[in-house]
């Protein structure tokens, strides 16, 4: 997206915090294709397993953005953190769904390697199963109610696949506060995974 679209998308979002919803059905067209990025991004998440396709991930986002009574965003890098977040959970609602109907409500069970391979190395992650991605989902919810902060950061680096500079913009802090939460976060994560493996049946 070039500097005139992202002053505009900007200028969309600061109307839809004064209250414009209308300014919502502008803004689709200038980040539909970032959007498609993201979802196609998320998918890539769950290879192999059968979820909905990008197309139908970006609509189903963009019904759950346009149904926020009042949208807070504060930049474009904070709208796309907000858009993978709702597309992520769209996904894991999917296959939790799936999975209650194929298992009775069950996952298997995922390897302490494979998760601590997968936070270690996001880019490894074409190589998860969706029970991981939930079991990692169900971690995440837990360090949120312990520091909401690093919740945000591991949704916009691990999931959001942000970089650090445009994790700090969407979260509005230092770049440096980012890198020191991101690699706390990362070991927190591990930490309560292996937890949750150690006390599992």
């Known amino acids: 997206m070039g500097d005139a679209e992202q002053y505009a998308v900007n200028d969309l979002l600061h109307e839809l915090r004064g209250g414009n919803r209308e300014a919502?059905?502008?803004?689709?067209?200038?980040?539909y294709g970032e959007l498609h990025q993201i979802?196609?991004?998320?998918?890539?998440?769950?290879?192999?397993?059968?979820?909905?396709n990008t197309t139908a991930l970006v609509h189903e986002a963009y019904l759950r953005l346009a149904d926020q009574?009042?949208?807070?965003?504060q930049s474009y890098p904070h709208f796309l953190a907000v858009s993978s977040t709702?597309?992520?959970?769209?996904?894991?609602?999917?296959?939790?769904?799936?999975?209650?109907?194929?298992?009775?409500?069950?996952?298997?069970?995922?390897?302490l390697s494979d998760i601590q391979a997968?936070?270690?190395?996001?880019?490894?992650?074409?190589?998860w199963r969706s029970d991981a991605l939930i079991?990692?989902?169900?971690?995440l919810r837990r360090l949120e109610e312990v520091n909401p902060r690093q919740s945000q950061i591991v949704e916009?680096?691990?999931?959001?696949?942000?970089?650090?500079q445009d994790?700090?913009?969407a979260l509005d802090i230092a770049p440096a506060t980012v890198g020191r939460a991101w690699v706390m976060a990362k070991a927190w994560l591990y930490r309560d995974l292996k937890r949750a493996l150690e006390v599992a049946p």
């Open 24 to 31: 919502f059905s502008k803004l689709l067209p200038l980040v």
């Open 39 to 52: 979802a196609a991004r998320h998918r890539q998440q769950w290879q192999g397993e059968d979820t909905l």
């Open 69 to 73: 009574t009042s949208p807070q965003w």
């Open 86 to 111: 709702a597309i992520r959970q769209i996904l894991l609602d999917y296959a939790k769904r799936k999975h209650a109907a194929k298992r009775g409500g069950g996952f298997h069970r995922v390897s």
């Open 118 to 127: 997968a936070i270690s190395l996001p880019e490894s992650l074409e190589d």
């Open 135 to 139: 079991a990692l989902d169900q971690s």
């Open 156 to 164: 916009c680096r691990f999931f959001g696949k942000m970089s650090i």
């Open 167 to 169: 994790t700090a913009i």
